[in-house]
């Protein structure tokens, strides 16, 4: 059975870090591509980032990019998401998701998401 | 960069009433990778469709995906009281990432 087990939420001040990770089982982790997805409270969903299996390729949102940085670590089975000069507007839902490929393709698999509150 | 439109915002029908969604991009949606995603109140987002009219694992033949090129549609044939969440399209295989519709709600009438 495949699970995804996201970690590190938590309330930061705006302009501060966080580092989120995702625990992966149940799949050949280091055979996919895997995503963060968010979603604002009482608002739609966002896709925040993106990592190919062997971490050459990663993607970024606009609204992120040059803050937040994806990584992976295979021999773990772990995702990451660091983020950094975080800002109100970042409050959300973080979500792993996993791809049924390796390569951009639709997010099979979502773990139930960890909480990120930016406020002073 | 695709922008995609949900409408309605919100549709408001009966347990056994079919169910039609519309999903709108702003240019073509290439090899149709078009998804359906459902979400409860809660919950994690649930993979419904792929390749605009591809059933996921273990969903219902009562939920279909149709179209192509820019106009997409999910239709729930006879609304179960299960089924009532809010709904998101989604278009993949794109070397920039992936965009999300803003979601429809389907709410009980």
């Known amino acids: 059975e495949v699970q995804l087990l996201e970690s590190g939420g938590g309330l930061v001040q705006p302009g501060g870090s966080l580092r989120l990770s995702c625990a992966a089982s149940?799949?050949?982790?280091?055979?996919?591509?895997m995503s963060w997805v968010r979603q604002a409270p009482g608002k739609g969903l966002e896709w925040v980032s993106a990592?190919?299996?062997?971490?050459?390729?990663?993607y970024y949102a606009d609204s992120v990019k040059g803050r937040f940085t994806i990584s992976r670590d295979n021999s773990k089975n772990t995702l990451y998401l660091q983020m950094n000069s975080l800002r109100a507007e970042d409050t959300a839902i973080y979500y792993c998701?996993?791809?049924?490929?390796?390569?951009?393709?639709?997010?099979?698999?979502w773990g139930q998401g960890t909480l990120v509150t930016v406020s002073s | 960069e695709i922008v995609l439109t949900q409408s309605p915002g919100t549709l408001s029908l009966s347990p056994g009433e079919r169910a039609t969604l519309s999903c709108r991009a702003s240019?073509?949606?290439?090899?149709?990778?078009l998804a359906w995603y459902q979400q409860k109140p809660g919950q994690a987002p649930r993979l419904l469709i792929y390749?605009?009219?591809s059933r996921a694992t273990g969903i219902p033949d009562r939920f279909s995906g149709s179209g192509s090129g820019t106009d997409f549609t999910l239709t729930i044939s006879r609304l179960e009281p299960e089924d009532f969440a809010v709904y998101y399209c989604?278009?993949?295989?794109?070397?920039?990432?992936?965009?999300f519709g803003q979601g429809t709600k389907l709410e009980i009438k």
């Open positions: 990592i190919t299996s062997s971490s050459g390729g990663t």
């Open positions: 998701a996993k791809a049924a490929y390796n390569s951009l393709s639709v997010l099979n698999y």
């Open positions: 240019q073509s949606v290439s090899s149709s990778y």
């Open positions: 390749g605009a009219s």
């Open positions: 149940g799949f050949t982790f280091s055979s996919f591509v």
């Open positions: 989604q278009q993949y295989g794109s070397s920039r990432g992936y965009a």
